[in-house]
């Protein structure tokens, strides 16, 4: 019976257009119980996420989250940017085949404009319980547009991008590439644009010495690409192995290419990395203490494990190792690379904020650094957007049948 | 280099490196009258604080862009820590128990021949370039075209907390009963739109440590103050560069 549904799904696909996202639809009803779990855990997780946020904005954020007065982003911002990256470099990733033509890098176009429009979304999610009057944004972003907030343009670019990306996707299954790809092309524009905006967001902040300077944007920018290689080579590996595919040579040779920009964007983030560190130590005492802060202090552990040795280094002798060819490696290296790259915005967020601003004047309030640590309700909803980017996941593979459609 | 020195003047921690106040006086004295009289007006200008780290431009010093152009200069040794302006603030416009709108720090110097410890009255600054404003994406928090405060226009604020990450004063906090982020205005909607002339703070204030006045009047003690070669004045985190208009001096 399986088997039948997904045959005719097959086939519908191939014949292009919504009758085979019909049978998607039938064959999404049939999985294994692994398959189930899977999406009732991820769907339970989610909801709980839900309950979480709705439950912190009754009873108030600032009971509820861990944030304070002088570290006023929490983990939810840093969770925010770290889908928002993703869902960007997604985006950047896939554009190379599907807009710029570049042919090996086309089987894993569809894939990952999918995922990146469900990351994005989920950055939206969790972004909506840390906004503290969603209903306001939604008037007065509108009605009283500040042109030179960072914050502003971030938002409404990435509406416009989350467009974009969703009628590209809708294209792609209706098997008319040239509007996709047109579509694509605002996609990648806009999110270039709005993923800028989100590192100037931090970069225009005159009073952050750890943030401040045109570094942010371009930071950004790079960042987001290593992140795409990391989510679309990860994630395609999955689908193969829990659809209990074998990968074709076109495939396989779209994952060696990724692999490739996995290589370069990694070694471009070290480069960056050990700059902002070698120009920040001739800054500010502010500034210094922060990056202490990372190097020896108490976040130490989460930058040289968790961001410089998970993130970077391991994934990268992992795929140099694996020479694009190794689907092991390759799949845990870029495992890897998502879990270090999600402490890498945490990090960045926190740490920014760690040094208080009164530091410098020597006042006994600010002696010392400040802190931060997530509440259950932050962590929840952090695990919540996670969830809601697995559940999409496994039901996007089967609804639209492993993303299988040709691109012409 | 001597003009470096006047800029941190205040805000580092007593270095001995550092000149002591008289003879730094003495020497600027002795500038002036070494340079003579002919190029008196250009280091006028060039040593009164307002050009370094208030206005952006000499122009902008002499001719004030708001009328009045509100500003606060804060005598520091003055403050005896009685916090009578807190209450009164908090009174006027009612401040909850969680936030605050102006705070006194302390600093601590062991080694000093005098006082050991020195009380440091913040607020809002009132910033010309004010951060805050910059990056609110609603224009919930905007400086107000004819007196240059910074304000807020609480159904606008999406509670993004863009401003209080922003601020290199910490003067902001979200105030839950509003829902909106709340700050120092200089009183404008409890005090001086209903014809008050002063802040509750500096009114509160037994030690006339908080000059409030219009820095565009020269006859205003504000000006004085600010304009005035005798005395060092200085703001706090000039580096942040959002030319702030709450300026503290000693004397």
Redesign the interface.
Request: overall charge positive.
């Given at each position: 019976m399986a088997e039948d549904v997904t045959k005719t799904a097959e086939a519908a696909i191939v014949a292009g257009g919504w009758a085979g996202v019909r049978a998607g639809v039938l064959q999404a009803l049939q999985g294994s119980k692994g398959y189930y779990a899977a999406l009732i855990i991820s769907g339970m997780l989610f909801l709980a996420a839900v309950a979480a946020g709705l439950h912190a904005k009754y009873i108030?954020?600032?009971h509820a989250y861990g944030?304070s007065?002088?570290v006023?982003?929490g983990i939810l911002i840093s969770t925010y940017v770290f889908f928002v990256v993703t869902s960007t470099g997604l985006c950047l990733v896939s554009s190379i085949g599907h807009v710029f033509g570049v042919k090996d890098f086309m089987p894993i176009a569809k894939r990952s404009v999918f995922l990146s429009i469900m990351t994005i979304v989920a950055g939206f999610f969790v972004i909506a319980f840390?906004?503290?009057?969603?209903l306001?944004?939604a008037v007065?972003?509108v009605i009283?547009?500040?042109l030179?907030?960072?914050?502003?343009w971030m938002?409404t670019l990435y509406g416009a991008y989350l467009f974009f990306m969703a009628v590209e996707f809708t294209f792609l299954v209706m098997n008319k590439p040239r509007i996709a790809t047109a579509m694509g092309f605002m996609g990648v524009i806009s999110g270039i644009a709005a993923h800028s905006n989100l590192g100037a967001?931090f970069g225009?902040?005159?009073?952050?010495e750890f943030w401040y300077g045109p570094y942010m944007p371009i930071y950004f920018i790079a960042s987001a690409m290593m992140s795409g290689a990391a989510t679309i080579i990860f994630f395609t590996w999955l689908a193969y192995k829990t659809n209990g595919e074998r990968m074709d040579a076109t495939m396989k040779r779209a994952l060696e290419v990724t692999t490739k920009v996995g290589i370069l964007l990694i070694s471009t983030i070290l480069f960056f990395t050990a700059w902002k560190f070698i120009t920040g130590f001739v800054g500010?005492e502010g500034k210094t203490a922060a990056l202490d802060l990372l190097l020896t202090g108490s976040y130490a552990f989460n930058f040289w494990v968790l961001e410089v040795a998970v993130g970077m280094v391991i994934p990268l002798a992992l795929f140099i190792v694996s020479r694009g060819q190794n689907l092991k490696l390759i799949a845990t290296a870029s495992a890897l690379m998502i879990f270090g790259i999600f402490f890498m915005r945490y990090d960045l967020v926190i740490v920014g904020?760690l040094v208080?601003?009164?530091y410098?004047?020597?006042?006994?309030?600010?002696t010392q650094l400040l802190s931060y640590a997530p509440s259950a309700h932050e962590i929840v909803i952090v695990l919540g957007g996670l969830a809601f980017v697995g559940l999409t996941f496994l039901l996007g593979e089967k609804i639209f049948s492993g993303h299988k459609s040709e691109i012409h | 280099m001597l003009l470096k020195r006047i800029k941190t003047e205040g805000?580092?921690?007593e270095d001995p490196g550092i000149i002591p106040d008289m003879e730094r006086r003495q020497f600027l004295k002795m500038g002036l009258l070494i340079t003579g009289v002919f190029a008196g007006g250009g280091i006028l200008s060039a040593t009164s604080i307002v050009n370094r780290s208030f206005a952006s431009s000499r122009e902008f010093a002499e001719k004030y862009p708001y009328k009045p152009h509100y500003s606060m200069v804060i005598h520091q040794d003055r403050c005896i820590d009685c916090e009578l302006c807190m209450t009164a603030c908090v009174k006027t416009n009612n401040v909850p128990t969680?936030?605050y709108r102006t705070r006194i720090?302390?600093?601590?110097d062991p080694k000093a021949a005098d006082r050991k410890r020195e009380f440091?009255p913040?607020l809002c600054n009132q910033c010309n370039t004010p951060?805050c404003v910059?990056?609110?994406?609603?224009?919930?928090t905007y400086k107000n075209a004819s007196n240059g405060i910074v304000m807020m226009e609480s159904?606008?604020?999406?509670?993004?907390?863009?401003c209080?990450?922003?601020?290199?004063?910490?003067a902001?906090?979200?105030n839950?009963e509003t829902?909106?982020v709340d700050k120092c205005d200089f009183c404008f909607n409890s005090r001086l739109s209903k014809g008050e002339k002063l802040t509750a703070c500096a009114e509160a204030c037994p030690a006339k440590v908080r000059i409030f006045g219009d820095l565009s009047d020269t006859g205003s003690e504000v000006y004085q103050s600010v304009h005035n070669l005798e005395k060092t004045v200085w703001v706090?985190?000039p580096?942040?560069?959002?030319k702030p208009n709450v300026f503290y001096t000693k004397g």
């Open positions: 108030g954020t600032m944030a007065r002088e006023p982003w840390e906004i503290e009057n969603p306001r944004m007065y972003n009283s547009p500040n030179t907030s960072n914050i502003w938002g967001v225009m902040l005159h009073g952050r500010g904020q208080p601003v009164y410098e004047l020597g006042v006994n309030e600010y | 805000l580092k921690k969680y936030g720090l302390e600093r601590d440091i913040v951060p910059l990056g609110c994406p609603t224009k919930a159904k606008k604020c999406i509670g993004c907390k863009t209080m990450a922003a601020c290199p004063y910490n902001r906090y979200f839950e829902r909106a706090l985190r580096e942040a560069g959002a």
